[in-house]
């Protein structure tokens, strides 16, 4: 078990639940990092005690600064910061939880400096998936996925990689499942980010509706587990207690099973290879009565087919795929577009936007904003 971490995206809901974990545990926050919201980020401040607070936004972080000019943080803002909170000094693990391909570049920085990798920021290895997983096995830097999903395949490879055959990976489905595209044109924000099972962001919450989250978790398995796209299937299994499956060489399927708590992965990313006790409840079967399991519509899930063709396409697609997705969430929940226009937004770019085989950084990044900017001109 680590014995100090850095938390990169503290005030979201997996931060905040890696705050709280971190402190059952006994574990040191030595830095924790935040887009703009610096009202929690100045408590979380003034109760853990950081030697570094990060905003990304220069104005939060002035106010911040005034804000904690009493106490012994350091606050730093914009890309630095975050870099800085990844490498803070004494944390041997970093929880990337931040939202969106800004994570991209302070994960590489953790790496190269030798962190363990708590990976709940899903966008760092769907935008440059072989860039940072080969820069891992350089520096000799741990990633253990704190998705649930891939921490379920994580748990149940347990070191036999070169033994699997496909991955399966379970989705709930969201708010509306078995639901028609004519009926989906009606959503709005409010009902999009009342996900049934989980308690998470907003982006994250909008991403599950249109199963975009579980394109960009299609592709975040195949760079994890060195797996090709005809190697993942997608389930929906609307319970969310079989939270992933591995399929071995021999036919044999071992699957990951729990409460829908991402407190649980969290703190196994934080304890690994130990395991403790859970703070909240235990799987209890016959609560249930019965699991279901069901192949995806992919007419009805527009966005999770443009997300596996991404896959496949490989190159700066899925970068593309990515920004133009995280700006057509955000217009939709301001209002500006509507809920079956995102699947349009994200369209678009993979259509308009150059493409190349290139997935290293500069290519990626120049991917990543040539997106933002179609998406946010064009709709």
Not at 15 to 32: D, H
Not at 175 to 195: C, I, K, N, S, Y
Not at 335 to 353: F, K, M, Q, T
Request: with cysteine.
């Amino acid at each position: 078990m680590v014995n100090t971490i850095s938390v990169l995206g503290s005030t979201g809901s997996v931060g905040r639940q890696s705050v709280a974990v971190a402190q059952r545990l006994g574990i040191k926050v030595s830095a924790i990092a935040a887009y703009s919201n610096i009202d929690l980020l100045e408590e979380q401040a003034r109760r853990l005690g950081p030697r570094i607070a990060a905003v990304f936004s220069e104005d939060a972080a002035g106010e911040l600064r005034q804000r904690l000019s009493d106490t012994g943080t350091e606050v730093l803002s914009g890309m630095d910061g975050l870099i800085a909170a990844a490498t803070e000094e004494s944390a041997g693990c970093v929880i990337t939880a931040v939202s969106g391909s800004v994570g991209l570049q302070p994960t590489i920085a953790a790496i190269r400096a030798h962190k363990r990798i708590g990976l709940a920021n899903k966008e760092t290895l769907v935008c440059a998936g072989r860039l940072v997983m080969e820069e891992a096995a350089r520096c000799g830097a741990e990633i253990i996925p704190v998705d649930s999903e891939h921490s379920a395949i994580f748990q149940c490879l347990a070191g036999k990689r070169g033994e699997l055959r496909s991955v399966m990976l379970t989705a709930s489905g969201g708010p509306f499942l078995g639901w028609t595209r004519e009926q989906t044109r009606a959503v709005t924000p409010e009902m999009a980010v009342r996900h049934p099972n989980w308690s998470m962001g907003a982006k994250i919450s909008v991403d599950s509706a249109t199963m975009m989250n579980k394109g960009l978790e299609f592709i975040e398995a195949m760079h994890l587990f060195a797996v090709g796209p005809d190697d993942i299937r997608v389930v929906i299994h609307p319970e969310s207690v079989v939270h992933s499956a591995v399929e071995f060489i021999d036919g044999a399927v071992i699957a990951q099973l729990g409460v829908p708590d991402m407190a649980l992965p969290i703190q196994y990313a934080l304890t690994y290879p130990e395991r403790r006790a859970p703070s909240g409840r235990r799987l209890k079967l016959s609560d249930y009565g019965s699991l279901t399991f069901r192949e995806p519509d992919l007419e009805q899930t527009p966005c999770l087919a443009l997300a596996m063709e991404a896959a496949r396409r490989g190159g700066t697609a899925p970068a593309i795929l990515n920004a133009a997705n995280e700006v057509a969430v955000h217009k939709f929940l301001r209002g500006e577009i509507g809920y079956n226009e995102i699947y349009g937004c994200v369209d678009s770019a993979l259509s308009s936007i150059y493409y190349t085989d290139d997935a290293g950084l500069e290519a990626v990044l120049a991917a990543d904003r040539a997106a933002r900017i179609h998406v946010e001109e064009a709709f």
